[in-house]
């Protein structure tokens, strides 16, 4: 079956067909790890998680890039302001590389929590300084640039055409200009390539341009080229993107060897908070942590995503996390009741299922869609394992761990204790049993019993 996306590019939904199909290369834009991941940007994760996890449905192995941002992205994505890693590391008095070595670690923490499928490749910035090096050499080399005393911008000019994904030119963007740009640059539209580290500035390199520094752009053409050559199959990031980001790596890409990278450039939309932005200053933004906290298991907030189509905004209440608790319990006992079960189902029924979902799943990753037959299955009023095997063929794709949930999950135990529970089953499935039994001490020192079983386990209070 044809799997359709939706290309930014282009502005329609297109028949996705790679490059080349034995192997789908896929490069995202990460986190820039100067604090924790709200939930905003996790949806941004989780929307990239559920790209994988259909095109590996589909039979497609993937080679996935996602860097992670330790230097360079100034406070807007425009070059002003400064740099977010030493901001931070004022903030918390600590050196920049201390920032991103925490911050990064609690987003892998996060997304382990999510269950987000991981990108075969995770690549930091600073660890490519010499790649970012290079790339830059040759855009100079091919005449795409001009330096002042401290910067090499990139000249936006020299392009048959900027703003390819936003469909802007130059001109527009000029006479539409709110605020005076930076006067060292030729065009409103020119950014920052290589950067001249100030006498204090703790994060530099030397190279071509004495002590030194990357643009934040440059870190995406550089490694994207780096792992997935000159031309690969999709590029994804938030619609905040799109104008900025995505048009300055496109313009390096053209600067570096005349073509764009990716074929297709998929973009997830924001998550509103009570109708409008979430923001530190009106106190209504939100970690994991913090739903955590607050009694929800990360998977709840995965549940919750699925109520809305990655190209359309959604909007955070806790009245809806409630209700996705509740879908959540209901899926887990629905799978419950059909493990369980022993009743004859057609194997016609069985397909027609299977079809609907992946038909849902291919048109434009539609999970709204892929739920209701998710629910037609649960709701089936014949119980049968065969149903509970679809339902775990189609986790596979929803990422919901309904094979670890086993009866005692039914009980109210606390969420600490259902994560470790989820932690060890986790552990049991990786072989990993060393770790199983730590967790299993922990639980009993918490005054727990634990019961292993061909079933699963069992955890009972003393
Ligand atoms: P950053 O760490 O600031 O570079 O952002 C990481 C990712 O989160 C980017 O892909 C952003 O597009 C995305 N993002 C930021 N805010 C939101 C939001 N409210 N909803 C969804 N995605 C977001
Ligand atoms: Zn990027």
């Known amino acids: 079956m044809d799997i359709k996306f939706y290309n930014t590019l282009t502005r329609q939904k297109e028949v996705f067909t790679p490059i080349n199909k034995e192997e789908i290369r896929i490069y995202s834009c990460g986190p820039t790890v100067y604090y924790f991941a709200h939930i905003g940007n996790l949806r941004a994760y989780l929307f990239m998680d559920t790209l994988r996890r259909v095109l590996k449905y589909n039979g497609y192995r993937l080679k996935h890039v996602m860097n992670i941002t330790d230097v360079g992205h100034l406070v807007s994505d425009a070059d002003e302001g400064e740099d977010k890693m030493i901001k931070a590391a004022k903030r918390e008095n600590k050196n920049p590389f201390e920032i991103a070595e925490f911050y990064m670690n609690a987003f892998l923490e996060d997304i382990r929590k999510l269950n987000i499928d991981k990108p075969e490749i995770i690549a930091r910035a600073t660890e490519h300084i010499d790649i970012m090096e290079q790339y830059v ?19 936006t000019s020299k392009l048959d055409k900027y703003g390819v994904l936003s469909n802007r030119n130059i001109k527009e963007q000029k006479a539409g200009a709110r605020v005076e740009f930076d006067t060292n640059k030729k065009n409103i539209s020119d950014f920052a390539l290589w950067i001249k580290a100030p006498e204090n500035h703790i994060m530099k390199w030397n190279s071509f341009f004495g002590k030194s520094y990357p643009g934040w752009h440059l870190e995406c053409s550089a490694m994207g080229y780096h792992y997935l050559g000159k031309h690969f199959d999709i590029h994804t990031g938030g619609v905040d993107h799109i104008p900025i980001h995505h048009e300055n790596e496109i313009a390096q890409s053209k600067g570096f060897c005349g073509t764009i990278p990716a074929n297709f450039w998929m973009h997830v939309e924001f998550l509103q908070i009570n109708g409008g932005k979430m923001s530190k200053s009106l106190n209504n933004l939100y970690t994991l942590k913090d739903l955590e906290d607050k009694g929800y298991e990360p998977l709840v907030y995965r549940m919750f995503n699925f109520t809305s189509n990655y190209r359309g905004q959604i909007n955070f209440t806790f009245e809806a996390m409630d209700a996705a608790k509740v879908a959540l319990a209901r899926l887990r ?17 069985i397909e027609s299922y ?7 799943i291919n048109d434009d990753l539609n999970m709204p869609v892929a739920m209701s037959v998710v629910w037609d299955v649960v709701k089936n009023p014949k119980k049968s394992k065969k149903l509970a095997n679809l339902l775990l063929q189609f986790d596979e794709v929803l990422g919901l761990q309904l094979n670890n949930y086993h009866k005692q999950e039914k009980s109210d135990l606390p969420v600490e204790i259902q994560e ?33 079983s061909k079933d699963g386990t069992i955890v009972e209070k003393q």
């Open 137 to 155: 050499q040759q855009i100079i080399n091919n005449g795409y640039t001009y330096q002042t005393e401290d910067t090499v911008y990139f000249d």
């Open 333 to 349: 006992e629905g799978y419950l009741k059909h493990l369980e079960g022993n009743e004859e189902i057609e194997k016609e029924m």
């Open 354 to 360: 299977e079809q609907k979902f992946l038909m849902a």
């Open 420 to 452: 470790l529970i989820t932690q060890r089953n986790e552990a049991r499935n990786n072989k990993n049993w060393t770790e199983s039994d730590r967790i299993r001490d922990i639980l009993i020192s918490n005054g727990y019993n634990v019961k292993d």
